[in-house]
Every structure is written in C-alpha cells, then in structure tokens.
C-alpha cells in the first residue's frame, strides 16, 4: 500500500495488531487505524489491533517490479513477543527474493530482534531500526541495535518525549525526529530536536526531520499539516543511498 509516511513510499504489513509497551505506544497511530478500519469491515482487521498474522499478504512484494522503500508492519511489531520466528523467517525469506526493494524494519523490542540476528544474516536489502522516544525505554534500544550487522541502521526518534541529552550514535547511520500527532499528542520542544541534530552532525549520521506533529515550534497547537516540517526554517530530508 502506498504510503504518506515521510521516509518511505509503500507498507506492507503481514502482521498487524500489537500491544502496548512504552511511553511512546499510550497514542498509537496503528491502534486507532486498526480501530477504524475494523468498524469499517475491510479484510484483514477483524481482530482491530490485537496481534494477527496476515499470511496472505506475503507475497505482495514479489508483485511490484519497480524498485520502492517497504516500511514493514507499520500496523505490528515484527518482533512481537508472539510472533512465530518461522514466521519471521518467511518475511526475510520474500524481502531477500526482492534485491529491487528497500525494507525499513522498525521495532521497540530490541532485545528480541538482537537475539534474532544473532542467528540469522540481515538481507543486504533491509534497514534496520529501533524507536527511540525517551531516556528510560528508548536508548537502551541502541545498543542492541549496534549488535546487528546491517547495511543501514536506523533510529526513528518519534514521538520525542523529552530532551534525551547526550547520545551516543557509533554505529548509526541514520535519524529520524518527529513530533507527536493526533488528539492526545504531547508537546515536542525545538532545543530537543536542536540537541539530536548537532550531535548528528559532530557523529557523522544523516538527520531527517519528519514533522512537528500536533504542536509547533512555539508550543502552539494546530493541526500537523499546519506545523509542517520544518526546523528552524529548513526542511531536512537527508536519507541513505542504496542503489540497486
């Protein structure tokens, strides 16, 4: 399915529902999608967010011949703690039979995809990444992140909670930052965002400013198209290359 998600262009979701487990889930996106699309009767969402493995959608990558950037399970966790590793095993397994694609993989249970790649190779085709909204949950994810030999490894800094001080960023490639979106969102600060994107650049990571969300820059509310995206004044798109 195509995608408005800043920093890919397609999702693909052979699993779909989750559980809550940090401060970044209290506002799930995916929750309220899975919701609303259950009320609505489309396939696939009968179960709204609880976990659901959807093997009828693994093959939809082999289907596209044009090259495009697939964020895996935007609607799950692909390392859920209920997921059945052949299942995973199967998702690699169609992610290596498309060289053409890019596959971001994105998961708060960092833990659980270490120990997953420590007996499995990454294909040279996926990205991987780990949310990293706080002090507390969500830098511990990094080095476990460090663990894994990938080809890009990534941080999606999304909702940022709070000013996550210094970090360090060895063996990152990649950041994403962004604001929370939605009803309930919680403020995101410009001197947090400024933090991140300095030491981005005294580490040598690429920095991608995803939006503000449901709070601007001056600590107004508005709508997230009206906040836009950008910092400062510019809009920063910086993403790794991969050519195929």
């Known amino acids: 399915m195509s995608s408005k998600i800043e920093w890919t262009e397609h999702t693909w979701n052979p699993i779909s529902g989750c559980d809550k487990i940090s401060a970044g889930c209290k506002n799930c996106y995916a929750e309220a999608m899975a919701q609303r699309l259950q009320r609505m009767g489309v396939a696939g969402y009968e179960n709204g967010f609880k976990l659901t493995l959807q093997p009828q959608r693994l093959l939809q990558p082999l289907t596209r011949k044009t090259p495009t950037k697939y964020f895996v399970n935007s609607m799950s966790d692909l390392f859920h703690e209920d997921v059945p590793e ?66 890009v490894r990534f941080l999606s800094i999304e909702p940022l909670l709070e000013n996550l001080g210094e970090i360090n960023l060895g063996g990152v490639h990649w950041v994403i930052v962004g604001g929370e979106s939605g ?62």
């Open 86 to 151: 052949p299942y995973i095993d199967r998702i690699f397994s169609v992610i290596e039979q498309c060289p053409q694609h890019i596959f971001q993989i994105l998961t708060k249970r960092a833990k659980i995809m270490s120990q997953y790649f420590a007996t499995h190779p990454v294909p040279d085709n996926a990205w991987i990444g780990v949310t990293v909204e706080n002090r507390k949950q969500g830098i511990p994810r990094i080095d476990y992140l460090r663990t894994i030999d990938a080809p």
């Open 183 to 244: 009803p309930n969102a919680r403020p995101m600060k410009n001197d947090w965002v400024i933090n991140i994107k300095k030491q981005c650049e005294e580490q040598g990571c690429l920095f991608f400013f995803k939006q503000w969300g449901g709070w601007g820059a001056d600590g107004v509310r508005r709508s997230k198209k009206n906040n836009g995206r950008l910092l400062e004044g510019v809009e920063y798109n910086d993403m790794p290359e991969f050519i195929v």
